[in-house]
T-cell receptor
Framework: AQSVTQPDIHITVSEGASLELRCNYS??????LFWYVQSPGQGLQLLLK??????LVQGIKGFEAEFKRSQSSFNLRKPSVHWSDAAEYFC?????????FGKGTSLLVTP | DADVTQTPRNRITKTGKRIMLECSQT?????MYWYRQDPGLGLRLIYY???????NKGEISDGYSVSRQAQAKFSLSLESAIPNQTALYFC?????????????FGEGSRLTVL
């Protein structure tokens, strides 16, 4: 069965610092991979997705993620975090009929 | 207007009451979903539907039922609400033609059961 693990429940970074959020998945076939963001009191917005091809994908708001098949990982990165990036981030793997989500990582940005 | 609309956005009810959450979409997608979000648990799939005649249980369907009234409408019912159904509920759609599972979410319905 497919599963998604986000090892970090909470992460705190200083504004302007770099960010990496970890995501590991378990899936038998080539996965479809997603990162969603949920700002406080808001719904979920797609940051980026990986279906095939170039393993480094660019998303909105300056985010990128790298698919590493050998490590079963799809980590999210941003070179310089802004205070408005404080939110909850969800990694998800798609099977073709639904998405299976990780439990999320809550990002706090300090001045 | 939002492509995926959920009503109500907020609801407070009492234990034992029947509650319906409604979802409508203008994206023209065949697939519709209901997820539940709880702090620390992420999003969990309740039910999903691939067309009007196709309804499937997700991982946490106990205590819930759904109705796909039309391609664009998918409602979630709690026949007798209990406090541990207090959560944020999301409706979502996906495109059968893409078949990747990418979801398009509504803004959520926050349900509190007292």
């Amino acid at each position: 069965a497919q599963s998604v693990t986000q090892p970090d429940i909470h992460i705190t970074v200083s504004e302007g610092a770099s960010l990496e959020l970890r995501c590991n998945y378990s899936y038998g076939a080539t996965p479809y991979l997603f990162w969603y963001v949920q700002s406080p009191g808001q719904g979920l917005q797609l940051l980026l997705k990986y279906f095939s091809g170039d393993t480094l994908v660019q998303g909105i708001k300056g985010f990128e993620a790298e698919f590493k098949r050998s490590q079963s990982s799809f980590n999210l990165r941003k070179p310089s975090v802004h205070w408005s990036d404080a939110a909850e981030y969800f990694c998800a793997v798609g099977s073709g009929y639904a998405l299976n989500f990780g439990k999320g990582t809550s990002l706090l940005v300090t001045p | 207007d939002a492509d995926v609309t959920q009503t109500p956005r907020n609801r407070i009810t009492k234990t034992g009451k029947r509650i319906m959450l409604e979802c409508s979409q203008t994206k023209g997608h065949d697939r519709m979903y209901w997820y539940r979000q709880d702090p620390g648990l992420g999003l969990r799939l309740i039910y999903y539907s691939f067309d009007v005649k196709d309804i499937n249980k997700g991982e946490i369907s106990d205590g819930y039922s759904v109705s796909r009234q039309a391609q664009a409408k998918f409602s979630l019912s709690l026949e007798s609400a209990i406090p541990n159904q207090t959560a944020l509920y999301f409706c979502a759609t996906s495109d059968l033609q893409q078949n990747t599972g990418e979801l398009f979410f509504g803004e959520g319905s926050r349900l509190t059961v007292l």
